[in-house]
């Protein structure tokens, strides 16, 4: 069986021992690091050693409903993506 996420308390307990930090400064910074990429995404946030989160545009295009085959337009639309950086992909995968 695999093991489960962290949770939002046991995260912020990991912060907190590692960083000699109390559970309070940990949760505040994880708080201001969390409102600095929502207000970063729109010009691509980086965390070094993590990844990127940017703002992507969608170009409309002709999609398919699978149920009956009828083609339909999908409209152009913003999308939200995070890219993984090399050094995760390495320090993960190997």
């Given at each position: 069986m695999a093991a489960k996420?962290?949770?939002?308390?046991?995260?912020?307990?990991?912060?907190?021992?590692?960083?000699?930090?109390?559970k309070k400064q940990a949760t505040d910074f994880l708080t201001s690091l969390c409102a600095l990429?929502?207000?970063g995404a729109k010009v691509g946030f980086t965390i070094p050693g993590l990844g990127k989160l940017e703002l992507k545009n969608?170009?409309?295009?002709?999609?398919?409903?699978?149920?009956?085959?009828?083609?339909?337009k999908i409209p152009a639309k913003k999308v939200l993506k995070f890219r993984v950086s090399k050094a995760c992909k390495d320090a993960i995968l190997g």
């Open positions: 996420p962290l949770t939002k308390a046991q995260l912020i307990t990991s912060l907190a021992e590692q960083n000699g930090l109390t990429a929502y207000k969608r170009k409309a295009r002709m999609g398919r409903n699978p149920a009956t085959g009828e083609s339909i």
